[in-house]
């Protein structure tokens, strides 16, 4: 555990940015933070360095990514349709199964040092969430929670068109975060019908765009996600 807090949180927008090149720069900062925390084990309390925490929001090209708990067979496209579909495919070291990222999704990866927090990963999942609901609602959009399923959804209560709106995937070492969420905002939804999405095969997935019959300013649901994000994890952007 930390002996010193730091609830500072360098914020970065990384645009379009290959999902490769993200996932290298995320592995940087995931190594580089356990080092400081593995370091501050045999240094005195006046010799320790904090822990840095970093949340990096972005878009990707079309992307297929595979939690470690997910089945290849999930994906039902080849190579060469993958190549039609101008859509790379990786195995990854998150949890959860596979999902796409693309055009019009914010992605949010936050490398935390939870000890920075609160160390609890269940806690830290629903929070994620909990941004991503009071987002929505900023918009008029009533999302929630389905019991035995990460991620959130709409009409989670009767279920009778349960749509997945946004998907959550991490992974932790010594409370360090990284990977994260995906929020459907003008998403092209034609990409998740190459995939199993999540595993999940009676439940649709959804964007905002599609349920509020218009394109959404990327930018600003960006702010908003991110300001919930603030007020959650009470940190300094």
């Not at 501050?40 to 970093?54: A, H, I, V």
């Not at 190549?83 to 195995?91: I, L, P, S, V």
Request: net charge negative.
């Amino acid at each position: 555990m930390n002996t010193l807090i730091n609830k500072h949180v360098h914020f970065q927008d990384l645009g379009l940015i290959d999902y490769q090149e993200a996932w290298d720069y995320q592995e940087k900062i995931f190594a580089e933070t356990i080092s400081v925390k593995t370091a501050n084990r045999n240094l005195g309390t006046d010799e320790q360095l904090l822990t840095p925490n970093y949340l990096l929001f972005c878009q990707h090209p079309h992307v297929y990514t595979l939690g470690k708990s997910g089945k290849a067979d999930h994906l039902l496209l080849n190579e060469e349709a993958l190549g039609e579909k101008q859509a790379k495919y990786y195995r990854i070291n998150r949890g959860g199964d596979i999902t796409y990222h693309g055009p019009g999704q914010i992605v949010g990866y936050p490398i935390f040092d939870l000890d920075n927090f609160f160390t609890d990963i269940h806690l830290y999942m629903r929070t994620l969430e909990e941004a991503i609901i009071l987002t929505l609602a900023d918009y008029g959009l009533i999302a929630g929670r389905i019991n035995g399923l990460t991620g959130v959804w709409f009409d989670f209560e009767e279920q009778k068109n349960p749509r997945k709106i946004c998907a959550l995937g991490v992974k932790s070492s010594r409370w360090v975060t990284m990977h994260g969420f995906a929020l459907n905002v003008n998403t092209d939804l034609s990409y998740f019908g190459n995939i199993v999405p999540c595993g999940i095969q009676d439940k649709a997935v959804t964007s905002m765009a599609a349920e509020l019959g218009r394109d959404l300013d990327m930018q600003e649901v960006s702010d908003k996600l991110k300001n919930h994000l603030a007020g959650l994890f009470q940190m300094e952007l």
